[in-house]
């Protein structure tokens, strides 16, 4: 494959594409906030003026949007990419959705003879800038193994889950996970502050037990510099629990742990923080510590 799209140039959908590019593809790339491709533009991919026009020219389109009116947006509607595709095109939507939305979308588009491979990631803007993503793909597996060398750009590791729909159910009960951690790195780190601990040496401590994890390595570097510039943002952690509360609702499984942690993002969001990063999250609880976490 060497006519590639990306649709949705944020914080993930940018450096994706830029590393496509780098890679010697002919990249043609589609964001409703035009400006956003100017930088990419620069470096040589093909700005297109709607979701339509990318698929006239691609094997295989990335599609990176925030949410599932939005997939179905880029991809069903008006000007969407099934407007002007031809079959045999591979779309990959690494979009946080629901299962039956993909599932849903898969099907419509295989209609017209065009493959969705749901393929969501592990890792923030900070992952995808490293190529460091980790895609959970479900769908046609051919197309999942046609498709490796782009995975491989983009990022470390693709992992085939099995039909449609599977690569949205890992990625919930992956965010599940990461929001549950995410809580209590901060209730902890804000326990051993408040109590005199350094909050380099508690990371350091951390790191070498049990109590380990992505999230700390991440984020505690970032609360200690008062850095809360977006890698992953706390208004679209509150959008993807919402979906992982719909979904544990259908699957009748119980979720006590993560509804206090729902409610505890959606405090930061509501205080003014769903643009930040998640760990901005801290900040509700240095409030109501009486404490701002920094270096001793």
């Known amino acids: ?35 956003k491709a100017e930088h990419l533009a620069m470096k040589g991919a ?35 990419i099934l407007e002007g595709a031809q079959a045999g095109l591979i779309i990959l939507n690494s979009s946080t959705i629901l299962p039956q939305t993909s599932k849903r979308v898969a099907q419509l588009a295989a209609e017209k003879g ?3 491979l749901d393929c969501p990631v592990t890792g923030s ?14 769908g046609n597996r051919e197309a999942f193994e046609q498709c490796l060398p782009l995975f491989n750009v983009m990022g470390k590791q693709a992992v085939y889950m099995g039909e449609s729909g599977t690569g949205s159910y890992m ?14 790195l901060v209730e902890s780190l804000t326990m051993a502050y408040k109590s005199g601990v350094d909050p380099e040496m508690f990371l350091e401590v951390v790191n070498g037990g049990g109590a380990r994890s992505a999230v700390a390595e ?34 009748q499984v119980p979720t006590p742990v993560l509804a206090s942690v729902r409610e505890m993002i959606h405090t930061a969001v509501v205080k003014g923080y769903g643009d930040e ?10 409030e109501l510590a009486g404490v701002e976490i920094k270096k001793l």
């Open 1 to 35: 494959m060497k006519k590639i799209g990306v649709v949705g140039l944020g914080i993930m959908g940018e450096p994706m594409a830029e590393h496509l590019l780098n890679a010697g593809n002919e990249v043609f790339v589609y964001n409703r906030t035009a400006c």
């Open 46 to 80: 093909v700005v297109c003026s709607t979701p339509a026009e990318v698929a006239q020219h691609c094997d295989a389109i990335v599609v990176m949007v925030k949410a599932d009116a939005e997939v179905e947006a880029m991809i069903l509607g008006a000007n969407g």
């Open 114 to 116: 065009i493959i969705v």
């Open 125 to 138: 803007g900070i992952q995808a800038r490293e190529a460091k993503l980790t895609f959970m793909v479900g």
């Open 171 to 184: 990625k919930l009960a992956n965010n599940s996970l990461m929001a549950i951690n995410l809580l209590s």
């Open 218 to 251: 991440s984020r505690i570097p970032k609360i200690i510099k008062r850095d809360f510039v977006p890698a992953f943002s706390t208004s679209m952690l509150y959008k993807d629990l919402g979906l992982i509360y719909e979904l544990a609702r259908e699957l």
């Open 277 to 286: 990063d998640v760990c901005s999250v801290i900040k509700c609880y240095e």
